[in-house]
T-cell receptor, first 117, second 117 residues
């Protein structure tokens, strides 16, 4: 149980285009999902917290107009990188917090590697 | 100030031996959670073990155990009987505050473990 999927797993795009990444909790409902970015040989950095039915909360330094987050249902959150540039190339990982106070951990998706040319 | 410190950027261990990965944390909260994740080269984040701040017993999960020393604010991961498949990045993470929706994690910089045959 507690499986989180991400799509696509890998994407290459031209500078200036927008890229949408989906994060789905497959066998549980998640009121809260998190989006992280990880540069090579570095740790995960939280970008934003996505709450179903409300606006996402962005971490300091993360442009909300550039990284659009939509959490339309209890099983789906999307991250759209708008007008992507080469410096946005990174590994993007989502995680989902299962609904219910007994859960102790976030469950992570397999990640999406974004390369902007 | 770093909330999570992992002082070992890289570690080597001989197959079948035990290894300890260090993690120290900084928080003023009384209620918090500590986690260890494994990230193989594929990028997925695999949950290993959890320790709550009020848990009196050290957490154990199979070959993984967490040496929790609250006064020292340390939460070291011990892997017994190392296997070649244990070679990966290992991240220590902390959730500050009580279990609740929207609590985000802070990750340490990680330790790369290499298991030698």
């Amino acid at each position: 149980g507690a499986v989180v999927s991400q799509h696509p797993s890998r994407v290459i795009c031209k500078s200036g285009t927008s890229v949408k990444i989906e994060c789905r909790s497959l066998d549980f409902q998640a009121t809260t999902m998190f989006w992280y970015r990880q540069f090579p040989k570095q740790s995960l950095m939280l970008m934003a917290t996505s709450n179903e039915g409300s606006k996402a909360t962005y971490e300091q330094g993360v442009e909300k107009d550039k990284f659009l987050i939509n959490h339309a249902s209890l099983t789906l959150s999307t991250l759209t990188v708008t007008s992507a540039h080469p410096e946005d190339s990174s590994f993007y990982i989502c995680s989902a917090l299962p609904q219910g106070a007994l859960q102790e951990t976030q469950y992570f998706g397999p990640g999406t590697r974004l390369l902007v040319l | 100030a770093q909330k999570i410190t992992q002082t070992q950027p890289g570690m080597f261990v001989q197959e079948k031996e035990a290894v300890t990965l260090d993690c120290t944390y900084d928080t003023s909260d009384q209620s918090y959670g500590l986690f260890w994740y494994k990230q193989p080269s594929s990028g997925e984040m695999i949950f290993l073990i959890y320790q709550g701040s009020y848990d009196e017993q050290n957490a154990t999960e199979g070959r993984y155990s967490l040496n929790f020393q609250k006064a020292r604010k340390s939460a070291n991961l011990v892997i017994s009987a190392s296997q070649l498949g244990d070679s990966a990045m290992y991240f220590c993470a902390m959730r500050e505050g009580p279990r609740n929706y929207g609590q985000n994690f802070v990750f340490g910089p990680g330790t790369r473990l290499s298991v030698l045959p």
